[in-house]
């Protein structure tokens, strides 16, 4: 069994910086692509960041320029240095992973999410 678990949520003030870690353990055969999604209150979750495993990277309009994803493959861990945070950045943030398995299935995992709160 996969699991995600992020870590490095928590309280800045707008203009400032967090550094989110997304680790996974168990099992696999393989990591692909890495995921941040992001969910505000009342809103739909969506799309922040992206990595494949040959680290080429996408972003959403709204992070171009301020959010940086990166992953270390050693430690099948992926991050995502957020800087000129804004208050309109609050929200929960999920890690997503493709996962292949020992029996060689593709799985989708997520993590439990990560509150990052950005006061004005």
């Known amino acids: 069994q996969v699991q995600l678990v992020e870590s490095g949520g928590g309280l800045v003030q707008a203009g400032g910086s967090l550094r989110l870690s997304c680790a996974a353990s168990g099992s696999f055969f393989r990591i692909n692509a890495m995921t941040w999604y992001r969910q505000a209150p009342g809103k739909q979750r969506e799309l922040v960041a992206g990595?494949?495993?040959?680290?080429?990277?996408n972003y959403a309009d709204s992070v171009k320029g301020r959010f940086t994803i990166s992953r270390d493959n050693a430690k099948n861990t992926v991050y995502l240095q957020m800087n000129s945070l804004k208050p309109e950045d609050t929200a929960v943030y999920y890690c997503?992973?493709?996962?292949?398995?020992?029996?060689?299935?593709?799985?989708?995992?997520w993590g439990q999410g990560t509150l990052v709160t950005v006061s004005s």
């Open positions: 990595i494949t495993s040959g680290e080429s990277t």
């Open positions: 997503n992973a493709g996962v292949l398995t020992i029996a060689l299935l593709l799985v989708d995992v």
